[in-house]
């Protein structure tokens, strides 16, 4: 736990194999590291960072170079953590408000690590496909949410989440997972003149949800990652 920061070799040698590996849970649980040196990524190889490796940990940023890996729940529970950044590279991108993108095939696209630590209200800046599970999970100091058409929503999605206000301005998902809202009290505003929002779809899903139609007009930022 006393932990303060990790210093990585900057070069060394390797054989038989073009894989490393950061391992589940590795620094999990270290809540004074605030501080990690360059991830090492040898030339002609892949490093993953496994599940929760650094989960629970003081880091305010993280930075991810090209041929890292990252695992939707590396950072969890780390709510210092306010944005990513990355090198260029077509799996990864960062949002307007630091949350790490993730492009799959090339194209597809989904939040994948959302900053715990980020403040005030958050608005989806361009069409995602996906929200990665627990994506909003456990962050503590947002108060709105503003989306565009998701499907499906995971499991734990918003879990614990603070925001009192959350924007569906678009058709409803075909599907909800049934804790995607546990433990969140917030009133949910959809567009009636969408399809798909029906009494069978707007249900608590684990929380105390309010589902109020909104009525006034949403616009998108239309901001692209980098």
């Not at 799959?104 to 209200?121: H, T, V, W």
Request: proline residues 8%; negative net charge; aromatic residues 14%.
């Amino acid at each position: 736990p006393n932990l303060e920061e990790v210093v990585f070799p900057s070069q060394y040698s390797y054989t038989d194999t073009e894989q490393f590996y950061i391992g589940d849970s590795a620094f999990e649980g270290c809540t004074s590291l605030r501080k990690v040196s360059a991830l090492p990524v040898p030339d002609d190889a892949t490093l993953s960072l496994g599940s929760r490796a650094f989960a629970g940990t003081a880091l305010e940023t993280f930075h991810i170079p090209k041929d890292v890996d990252v695992a939707y729940d590396t950072f969890a529970d780390s709510y210092s953590m306010t944005c990513f950044t990355v090198d260029p590279d077509i799996n990864y991108a960062v949002d307007p408000y630091g949350a790490l993108i993730h492009y799959r095939n090339g194209s597809d696209c989904l939040i994948y690590a959302f900053p715990k630590g980020m403040q005030g209200e958050y608005r989806v800046p361009y069409d995602l496909a996906e929200l990665a599970p627990e994506a909003f999970a456990n962050c503590r100091g947002l108060t709105k949410i503003y989306l565009t058409f998701i499907n499906p929503i995971e499991s734990g999605t918003f879990r614990n989440c603070s925001a009192t206000e959350i924007y569906f301005p678009r058709q409803a998902p075909n599907t909800i997972a049934a804790d995607a809202f546990e433990n969140v009290t917030a009133t949910v505003y959809y567009d009636p003149d969408s399809p798909g929002w029906t009494e069978e779809i707007m249900q608590q899903y684990g929380g105390n949800l309010n589902w109020a139609p909104h009525t006034h007009e949403y616009t998108m930022e239309g901001k692209e990652p980098t």
